[in-house]
């Protein structure tokens, strides 16, 4: 390779990680805004902690467990890069590492409102250091599942599926929110506290998520790096109308989470395929992605598993989509082998998870008490207030009160 | 060309039309800011579909009328890219629709706080598919106005001053908002509810303004794309200066609303001419734009034009500025045909922008309800709330009343 | 050079200049976010202004004092390019005008709440046309620093600590917010009025410091420029991971605000041995800055220097860390042309800093009255409301009071 095709290559690689590394600040957004406000400093210092503890832990482990150099048998690596010093492969990790936080942060918005921070961060290396890496080295370490056939351009199940998966075990392991459901076990609304700022989440992880998929190239010479940037685009546009669709349905109204959610949904599900799905199954692709995410989320709910930024649906289940739309949209990959990985990457994460958040729960205990959950995380866990300045509905319930019992005892007659 | 060559065209056209997909983000956060609370999600459910469903319609009809190889009389483009399905030309569409998105949601900040959801739904294909694609085959894809000297490089006209103008016409067929005018037909200011994520929407159109107009090179071997960025920086920051003394003259205080609309309108100023004007003179342009826009505010609301966001001016009035601008400060364009461009543009968008609205309001109805209005789009249109844990001003004029009434009932001698 | 590798260099040195341009939003968020809601408009208004007023002045007088061509003794450079239009060097311009607008936007966080709009106004052409251009002449355009062998490769020194070192001789000149220290001295919280805003600040500079570190190649063929990202990464998670904990044995909690501030001080820690320091002691660069910053915030408040938002440890403290470090950890820099330079530069900002917001102070004045201060920077200097519609904690305790008084009053027996 010439000095020059080198350079083009890396501008291009080191840009994407760029645009990929910036969806944390999606991420932490969409989280936080789908959230109450008393847990919006929690929710920001585990998106912070999911990246930073998660980018010692890749630079110490993850990357020689992933891509070392030699395999055990197809299922992990390991080799010279444990603490990683080599500054020739230095496009490669940056690459790398961006990805294995967004694995790790998907799963900090189902566990929203209730988990004790020491725990949560207890848990970060674990999926950074360990479950993440071993499946990239089965599908992109030339592992197992590659020898299989198993095809995920850009990881709709390798990163989405596996953070939505470890999610579910973490919340079956937490359980619910105090007030999510109902004495009889009714699901009840608890919205969160800035659409605005989740919606800007939404559009910076959609950016992002340019280099995510255009990145996945891994190269510029001798690639068609605009492909995956239209089906990318085409995808999350039709997520988003089919989500939009899909809510208005069954709601009765073109629900504005459901609707975001969808353009998120949509580029899940074309993930695996973006490379090679054609342009107009790209659409049918995030259509399904939408409509799926919407039913994914109300049968959850039901079934007493609260996830209050619908991480689960969005990663998990159009995850699972997008590992299948490959097969059936494109001649890359067939749906034995998808269907193999996919069980094997399931089964992986939520074994694996479900261990070390129950071990966690043994020892240090995964949930805050009831008071903290009340009062907040941010002001319980961390001393900090988001919005210390502004007045919540809850400030004036009491206030309310007080002026209708006044009006009472002041009226004529009393 | 050289397999390397190539990669970088595409890397630098790619990264560019990133870029510019991240405006989105701009306009939601300007539009929503700029308004009040009881809109932003409908805002935001508007913005996500001028990309989404807008989208789709450049998919599917857009790009073939623009650029679909045969031209009906430099008129319009046909030919085999109906459906796009062409990956050797994915680089290409990527970069033209985040255009044609660009052109479709700077309509929705004229129209806020007043619009059916499903008109405004009804209406965007019609931008995307057919007014906007139009317009650019006669300036970008070897038309009539290309043939006659027309110049305008990355869009003041065909980008801006068209969707400023068809914003025009949906306001003339819509009205003003309840309240915004006295019934002696004098103005009333409606802020906006957030300054600061308008000023963020400002910065992140700033950023991807960057993309808009030195991406407008299309290629990067044998360009100067540096050239692009710096008039862009340099007309921005004029912009900011000339909007602010404006408006500090005009209102006694440097507002911050005019200022940094000021950079939106240094930048829809320069982009006419950024790649031809020089750097002192970009500085002229943007000055001359924020006055200009500064001016335009002020006569459109006086003339009974309820503009929430001011988008017709920034887009429109210093649209049409960087129209003449380039013939003015460059020896690209010359004067006559720039206004006949610029009249053509304004005919064709505003006469059918009005009448798609008509029809659709005659059809559809394009207003909602007075009730609907003053409780706000997002509950009536969504069934969302925005900032459902906020207390807001006028939920606590009626607790103010009452401890008023109650303060009187208790005076002693009562 | 051949056409294309001119066109590689190109695209990466504009991408990059993009990147850092974009880290002013991420400035006016941090400063915003991290101070009260009654001077948001004013932080926005400031922020927009270093970059347009600076970004004009740079273009008239900072870029030839900077990179003229020729040297006064190596003390200030002069030349052709005053009122800059020399279309051949415009990425170069491009490159070096946001970092210009950075050194210049760190002052503004440091002054928040209480500095007269024009003053500030008059004070930042001297930043970015005088006092910033000559120190990057010494060390960046061959100058006498440069001689000597002191080396600061993105500008820890030359931009973050000269932009802390001038934050601290304007803190000096304006004097504490009203209400920060008690009688007795001891100093008072004065909490941030929106943790997410500030966060995603944070985020943003991250994403921008990307290229502010990796862009300071300067050129990308036969450059490695994955190495600085690398470093930078891994920095910012030591930084946070550092604050957190330092600021958890301080205040026993893992506070937010110490902890995403330590992001940004690992950050500025790295900047000056991005290219040169190892992955694993840029994570010991990135830990020692952030615990550095954690003390810097503690010591000044107690000797009462009120920064609202950490400006001066963030970018003072930190960037002289930085300029050792890179002696310490790399063969690059010996540790005595590095001191003699962060003397340099130190005694040069702050004495220029001093004299100029001195002489404003004693001409315009640089302090609003105590009336405007708590009224708020918005309504008394521009005539804006940040968040018209939100009720704030102030204005219901006035309510709460009348209640009280009310409930006393009907108390049964009164």
Known sequence: MTEVTFAVNEVWLVLAAILVMFMQAGFALVEAGFTQAKHAGNIIMKNVMDFSVGGLTYWAFGFALAYGGSSLGGFLAYGEVFFFNDSSRASEWFFQVVFAATAATIISGALAGRV?????????????????????????????????????????????????????????????????????????????????????????????????????????VGENIAHPAVTTTLAASAGAVGAMFTAWLVTGKPEVGYTINGVLAGLVGITAGTASIGFGLSIVTGLIAGALMVGSVILLERRGVDDPVGAISVHGTAGLWGLVAVALFSSDATLGPQIVGALAIIAWAFSTSYVVFKLIDRTLGMRVTQEEELIGLDVSEHGSDAYPEFVFQHEVVDLRGLVGELEEATRPGN
């Not at 999926?127 to 030339?142: C, N």
């Not at 009840?188 to 190239?217: C, E, M, Q």
């Open 116 to 220: 004790k921070f020491t725990s949560y961060l207890a848990y970060t290396p674990f999926i950074t250091g360990l479950i993440y890496p071993i499946v990239t080295h089965w599908v992109w370490g030339s592992g197992w599942l590659a020898d299989l056939g198993f095809v995920d351009f850009a990881g709709s199940g390798v990163v989405h599926m596996l953070g939505g998966v470890a999610a579910l075990a973490g919340v079956l392991v937490v359980g619910p929110r105090l007030g999510k459901y109902a004495p009889d076990g009714s699901p009840r609304a608890i919205p969160g506290h800035s659409l605005t700022l989740g919606a800007l989440g939404v559009f910076i992880l959609w950016f992002g998520w340019y280099g995510f998929n255009a990145g996945s190239t891994l190269a510029a």
